[in-house]
Structure formats: structure tokens, C-alpha cells
């Protein structure tokens, strides 16, 4: 997609922190991206990996003019913008520009100033903003108390706002995953009051010091460390000489949580914030802190009681008070918190965000049906279906079959309030025959491995005059990322009915040809898992080989790993100096990976319970502290890919789906034989994948521009 970012600079403030830290996650995960900087004077950082273009200046309307000239040479498919300013030019660098982009303008902050005194030009930005905010495409909130006040004061409809959570981790990320600060504040040594801020009336730091005073005058040894600067640094610096508070003023550093003393509380005395980013960033590093209750959006960036405290009023007795009740930081219980923040986390809400302001709301999209029917104990079958649905939501609203398949099934979908899921098979083949004889919106067959037998061929033939009905009157049917086990004479008849269909893909070349008609695109589970910046770490840690073996079944014999079997595999993992973990992909291996766990001497992350959410964020886990995986069990070598982990199939021949399904993502040379009896030979290929991890990780990163690219190409196929 492409997609501009329209900010005043890159630098210098928390939006343009945020400007920069969306620019970059979009670049990353394969967005044509660009930023436009209403600053003449912005620095335009190096290195980033992402166009910049900086208007000349020149006043307001001629900072429209070059906008709007700089869309029209490179048109894109959505303008996000944000700030004020921003926001007003570009709603008026678009309006009446063909073709039009989708336009989101964001506010970053609660514009009521009470009682500050307000220039003439905020003024008139601001009653502007009333009236042309409402045109917006979307509008994004950095919190809820700014997405009230935009219903409230500017009349945007409450179905136009999209809270999308700041980025406010990304500076944390790598520190914290490396270090966290644990320890309990302790009221019995020096204790530090952290204010990380800019010095300006709206912070009130002076209420921070009155608490420190109030503290010292009960005994303990309390001390202030101003990380910002400002206009009332001086001010702040003889209000603290008054009153007797140590104050020591470093100034502003961009990751001042590292360089923050021990036995240390932020707090944030503003009475208004629009979220108060540096609560998340003392949680991530950490630190506890302290907000004031009614400051509107602080309340967002924290946990009463679980990342800090929130005093009753500005007064420095109640934030004093709530000084007095912090107690520390629990790591264990902020961490699924402060992901919410992450950078993978907000970039993924944005670009919801910009694919339902692309479609224009809900208003102009067009229905989808889709199957999404797998086998109820497998996590692979659920995984790729989700990612699957994810992207067909992006063309309307879902109704989705699942015929008789339970919650804990269900719990892997990932399906939406939104979304209508159907169950009995009557109503199922009623829905199907009364859409696709209307002719509009879209049939979606299910995703997944196929076999192209007699009973499956006869299932698309009695499909294929409702096919043809639906495709005459404009409608749109896919299949999308199928895998077909092997192949049959049938296979020519269910190939005939696929070419009413408007987009056909295989996940594998040889698919391909075996049907003789569609594309190769990679399997729906490659879209899925850890963010491009995740994937691309190569310091963190990966201490372990996860190893997933498929159980024999009556009906799909395979031969038990013997002892020799096991002891290569034990070789294998000293010579790579890892430590083994047996993982259950599917239920049914799980007494297979207990017995191997049992004879490697390691864990077993087996099924606790049924429910397919919880055994794949389990699965993911293991995967994000593995170097490598080993496996014939293909989504656990996709899944573990997606979450950074060399994928090494063991494969039992040329047709082999593990093998064929990595190479049709672009993943090759990973494969050795499943029985292990050329040790060696094993062990040269999975060194020369682990060497290869960055190219591996480009193309986890390549299949998922490749899938947004095909849903991109059935959404300009329906006809609406």
C-alpha cells in the first residue's frame, strides 16, 4: 500500500516520535512509504528506510499547493496525518484530488486549554478544525478521553474515531527485553521523584517538588531528577532551592529511563494530558510511577495499582499521598499490558485503520463469505485461517462457516464482533445460494491443504452454476494459498469450475501445476506473528532447537523415531550448542513429543487444555526463544519462521508439503531427510540456514507484502 505520512518534522515531539515510529513499522512491514514535513526547517534524519519530502514553506496555503503538487506527482492510497495543522492540510490538500486518497487526521492531545491563555491562529486552527474534522475519512485518538472530546467539541461521528494506542514502547523494546527493573520502592533509602517532561505550565512540575517537601519534612530522603527543559527551568530550579529539595536537572535524553537512578517513581503532575507517554515508558523500564486522576488521558497510559498510583487531586498532599502507596513494579504482570504499546502492536491498529478508511467505511464494502474449516486439534489449521479472515475483513464484513466446531477451535480465529459465524450446514447452503445468485460481494473457498478425489470434484460441480451465476452479475469468488496433497484425474474437473473465479492461488509450485491455472502466493499463516523489527533482532537470545514430530496415524502411517533417530537429534543440538524443547503442534502428537521430550531429558510444551489460543500463544513462546526448528509438521516450521526461528523441515521426498510449502514463500535449502541418517549432512544445512536467518526473515517479511499485494488485487476485482 502506499501511504503518506503527513507530519510537521521527525523529530522534536512526542507526535513526531509517533510520526516517525509508525513511518518506520510501515516501511518495514513492506508499505510504499513517505513522509511529507510541513517544516521548511525539519531535520530529516539518516538512514531511515522511507522517502521525505520537505515543503518550501511559505505560509499556510502555499504549504497546501506543494502537498497537494507532491500527491498528484506520487499518488498514494492513504494520507495519514497528525497535529492540528497537518490535519487541516490534508483535508484541504485532498479535497477534490482524483484519484482521492483515504485521509486519517489524528490528535494527539486534549485541545480544551481551560484556563491557558490561546493565540489568535490556535484559535482559528481550532474552529476550523470543527468544521472540516468531520470529512475525515477516519479519525484517530491517541486515547479515550481525545476521542470523547472529538465527538463532543468538533462533531465527529463517534463511528469515524479509531483509538489507535501510541508507539509508546518503541524506545523501551530493545532495553527492556535485554533488562527490567524489578525491585520494590523502598521509602527507608534515597528516593528518587523522576519528572521526564517539558517545563511549561501544563505539567505544573512544581507540584512534584511541594510533594518532595512534604516527604523530606516527615524524614525520608527524597530527591527530584528533571529530565526536560523549558521555559520555566529557572522557575523550577528556585522553587526547589525554597523549599530545600535536592534537584538535580541532566535535561532531556530520549531514553532517560536508562538513565534513571535506582529506587526511583516517575510522576506526572499535568493537569491535562492527552495520554502521557512517559507513564508507559517508566512501566516498560520498569519504573512506577504516579499521574494525577483528572488529567484526562494519563489514566490510559497506566494501571492503578499494577504500574503506579494515581493521586486524588494535583494537590502535592494527594500526590504525596500517592507517593507514599507505591510499592514497585511487577514485570510478569505489565509485560501482556505494555504490548498493547508496542510498536507492532499500534502500526497493526493503524493500518486496520487506513484499510477501513481505504474502503470507506462500512457503508460502501461489500459482504464476504468464507469457510473456515480445519481439524479441531490443530493450531497450524486455525493460524492460517485467521490470517486468512484478517485480510478478507478488510473487504467487508464477514460471515464465516464453521460448521460444528467447538470454542477452544474457535479461540484460534481470531473472528470479530462484527463477524456472523454460521454453524448449521442448512443455513450455510442457504446463505451460499442467496448470495451468489444476488451477484454481489464475495465467496471466499476455504484456504488450506485440498484433495482434488472424486468427492471434492462433486462438490464444485454442484457449486458451479451458482459460480457462474454469481460471476455474470458482477459478484467475485477466490481460492487463495490452497496446497493440494497430491494428484488425480479429478483434479481437471475441479480446475474447470476455479476458472469462474477471480483470483486463484497455490501455495506451492507444484500445486500450481498439478492444477494448471492461478499464481503462487505463500501460505496465510506467513501472516501472521512477530512485527519486521522483532524478526530482524539478532541479539536476543534464541537458546533452543524446538523439535515437532507427527504422530502416526491409521490412516497416515509414519515410523516412529527410533534410538538412533533420538541420538541424532541430541547430536545435533550439542553441536549447535542448543538445548532441545519437543513441542505438540497438534493434540494428537502429544504423547509422541512426551515420550521424545523423555528421551532427550528436556520439556515438552504440550496441550494443557483444548483451547487453540492458548497452545499457540505457548507454541509462539518457544518459537521466539528458538534458534531453529525441526519439524515435518508444516505450520510448525511456518509458524516458527513468522516468529524468527530458522525453519528446517524434515522431509520425505521431492512432494514433500513442508519443503514445497517454505519454497513457495521463497524459504529454500531448509530441508533434510526425516529419518536423520546422514547426521552430517543434517547438521551443515541447519548451520548454513542459521547463517542464512537474515535472508530467511526477509522473505517471512517479502510473503507477507506478497498476501497484502493479492488482497489488494481481489479488492480492485470486486465489483461494488
Known sequence: MRIAILTTALTGGGAE??????????????????A??????ATIPEGVPFAVHRVAGGGSAATVRQVRAALRAEPVDAVVALQNFPNLVALAATRGLRPRPAVLVSERNITTREAEPQSRADLVKREIARRVYRHADTVVAISHPVAGELVGAYGVRPDQVVVVPNPAGRRAEVRTAASHRSDTISLDRTLHLLLPMRLVPQKRATRAVEAAALLRAEGLDVRVVCFGKGPLVDELTTFAADRDVPLDLPG???????SAPENAITVLPSYREGFGNVLV???????PSVAVSNSYGAADAMVPTVTGELAFSGDPVDIADAIRRVRGLDAERTSAWARRFSSAHSGGVLLAAIERARRGGSSTAVPVLASAVGQFDNVGDTVLRRGYLDHLRTLGPLTVWVGDKSDDYLSGLGLQPGDTVVREAGQWRRTVSRRLLSGRGVYAFDTGETEVRRGFALRYLRLAPLLLVH????GTAVLTGVGVREPHPWRHVIAAVLRLCRAVTWRDAASRRMMGLGEVTPDWAFALGADAATLRDAETPRPLLAISVRQGLSHAARERPDDRWVEAVRALADDLGLQPVVVAQIERDGDLARDLAARLDCEAVTWLDASHARQEQRLRETYRRSAAVLSDRLHAVVIAATEGAVPIA?????LDKTSRTLEGAGITGTSVARDLRDVDAAREIIRDGLARRDEIVGAVIAARVSLRALTAVIADRVRR
Do not use: K
Not at 532531556?252 to 536508562?258: E, K, M, P, R
Not at 515508558?281 to 519504573?287: P, V
Not at 524434515?650 to 521431492?654: A, H, I, N, V, Y
Open 17 to 34: 516520535f509517533v510520526a516517525g515510529a509508525w513511518a518506520n513499522w510501515l516501511a518495514d512491514e513492506g508499505h510504499d512509504v513517505r
Open 36 to 41: 511529507i514535513l510541513t517544516d521548511p526547517r
Open 252 to 258: 532531556w535524553t530520549a531514553d532517560w529511563v536508562a
Open 281 to 287: 515508558e517508566s512501566a516498560m523500564g520498569g519504573i
Open 471 to 474: 460471476r455474470l452479475r458482477g
Open 650 to 654: 524434515l522431509s520425505t521426498g521431492p
